[in-house]
């Protein structure tokens, strides 16, 4: 079984910054992609970042236009960690923040999902 835990949410006021991280444990052995998703009231998941597969904190990232510059992923390939790092915050980045990551797997890749940490910001 595979399990994705996000942590790191709360309620921080314009410009401020928070650092989302999420931890993968169970049978999950090599991993490719991970990325952030997040969702807001009454709107889709949207992604937020990505990065590949590399060395710990390595690899190519992919950013969402109104994140860019403002936010940035990392990983812990032996951790089987990545995070969020979000600084600047707006009121528009109010959401459920959500985990992925990808599997590499023999008979193709699998997508898991973490449960979600809430993100609010508010003066």
């Known amino acids: 079984q595979v399990q994705l835990v996000e942590s790191g949410g709360g309620l921080v006021q314009p410009g401020g910054s928070l650092r989302l991280s999420c931890a993968a444990s169970?049978?999950?052995?090599?991993?490719?992609?991970m990325a952030w998703y997040r969702q807001s009231p009454g709107k889709e998941r949207e992604l937020v970042a990505s990065?590949?597969?590399?060395?710990?904190?390595?690899?190519?990232?992919n950013y969402a236009d109104p994140v860019k510059g403002r936010f940035t992923i990392s990983r812990d390939n032996a951790k089987k960690m990545v995070f969020l790092q979000m600084d600047s915050l707006k009121p528009e980045d109010t959401a459920i923040y959500f985990c992925?990551?990808?599997?590499?797997?023999?008979?193709?890749?699998?997508?898991?999902w973490g449960q979600g940490t809430a993100v609010t910001v508010s003066s």
């Open positions: 169970g049978s999950i052995r090599s991993i490719n992609t």
């Open positions: 992925s990551v990808e599997e590499f797997r023999l008979a193709g890749p699998r997508k898991y």
């Open positions: 990065i590949s597969s590399g060395g710990s904190r390595h690899g190519e990232t």
